[in-house]
């Protein structure tokens, strides 16, 4: 599974922006995907998942609220909106695939990465 992320950007505090993650493979369908994020000198974290029927998602605290994931099995392609973006919400935004069936909330479950992409928020 190859992960291709793009939406990325610069935004103003209080803007928004949306990513998307476009996926390759038979298997998007099947897997929990999700958002992690790494800001300079921070460990990366998670952010948004969902499960593979879009059944449930989950979120962190610090973006619950703000944030919504989706998904759209017939384009292969998962999304983060981002609203009410605050500055520390800046960082590399990742996508991340599961293994088949499962859901990927925290960084040891995740089968796949995508190769980022840099959300800036000014103040």
């Known amino acids: 599974v190859q992960l291709q992320a793009s939406g990325g950007g610069l935004v103003q505090a209080g803007g928004s922006l949306r990513l998307s993650c476009a996926a390759s493979?038979?298997?998007?369908?099947?897997?929990?995907m999700g958002w992690f994020r790494q800001a300079p000198g921070k460990e990366r974290e998670f952010v948004a998942a969902?499960?593979?029927?879009?059944?449930?998602?989950y979120y962190a605290d610090s973006v619950e609220g703000r944030f919504t994931i989706s998904r759209d099995n017939a384009k292969n392609t998962v999304y983060l909106q981002m609203n009410s973006l605050k500055p520390e919400d800046a960082g590399v935004y990742y996508c991340?695939?599961?293994?088949?069936?499962?859901?990927?909330?925290?960084?040891?479950?995740?089968?796949?990465w995508g190769q980022g992409t840099q959300v800036t928020v000014s103040s």
């Open positions: 493979g038979r298997t998007f369908s099947t897997r929990g």
């Open positions: 991340a695939a599961a293994p088949i069936g499962a859901v990927v909330t925290a960084t040891p479950l995740v089968e796949y």
């Open positions: 969902i499960s593979y029927t879009s059944g449930t998602t």
